[in-house]
């Protein structure tokens, strides 16, 4: 059963910022982002999803805020290519009473996805996306997907790629404008198909009595309703 006792986001990007400071010691970094729109009443370790990676604030003034990454999230993220000045997509954590825009997204990157094609189609574009193909059970078309925070609905996927339509608006109000062929972006795939792949993957090791690795496939899935 989901743990909304975690942090969670929606994916709708509430501001970007801009990276003012890089201190970097070793593997690990610590940013400050300085806000084009800043927030209000920020607190000392709540969490702010920078470019979708779930990161606690360290301290804060009225437009700015540090935060730290460490050696783990830096080697799973995109934060390692940031430069002083790039624009960075911004999300507070959600509250319980707060409207769920998006879909839930938890700010643990799971992969690095690399923009292989961008496609106008009037005025949305489409990206294509290729990811490791070890995640493709959790892709799945017409479902969620969270590229550098940004809360999307897959319209075409494959074993290591997925297709997502960009409108005007998400373009203006996000960092997507600045994908290019070859960008790389922090990839969350749906927490929901997750849990539905433990749970199934483990029902079927069950009935087999293994520990062998999960049998499902697509055929599996929709035998079971999926």
């Known amino acids: 059963m ?12 509430q501001a970007t910022g801009i990276v003012s400071g890089l201190e970097k010691k070793g593997s690990e970094t610590r ?24 990161l606690s ?51 643990h990157v799971d992969c690095l996805g690399k923009i292989t094609a961008v496609d106008k189609a009037g005025e949305s574009v489409i990206y294509t996306v290729s990811f490791p193909e070890h995640f493709s059970m959790q892709v799945i078309d017409k479902g969620s997907v969270a590229l ?8 075409g996927c494959g074993p290591d790629f997925l297709k997502v339509n960009i409108i005007p608006a998400t373009r203006k109000e996000s960092t997507v404008s600045e994908w290019t062929k070859g960008s790389l972006v922090n990839m969350e795939t749906d927490i929901i ?15 087999n009595n293994t520990k062998s690795e999960s049998r499902i496939t697509g055929n599996f899935l929709r035998e079971h309703g999926f």
């Open 2 to 13: 989901l743990n909304l006792k975690e942090t969670m986001f929606t994916g709708i990007i």
């Open 31 to 54: 940013m400050r982002i300085s806000q084009v729109q800043a927030f209000d009443a920020l607190s000392p370790g709540e969490s702010i999803a920078v470019n979708g990676v779930c």
């Open 57 to 107: 604030v360290e301290d804060f003034g009225r437009d700015w805020f540090y935060v730290y990454a460490s050696a783990q999230t830096m080697g799973v993220t995109n934060l390692g290519a940031l430069r002083h000045g790039d624009r960075v997509n911004l999300e507070r954590a959600l509250c319980l009473r707060d409207r769920l825009g998006g879909h839930l997204v938890s700010g």
């Open 148 to 155: 550098d925070g940004v809360s999307l609905t897959v319209i």
């Open 193 to 207: 198909g997750k849990y539905v792949e433990k749970m199934l993957g483990a029902r079927i090791n069950d009935r």
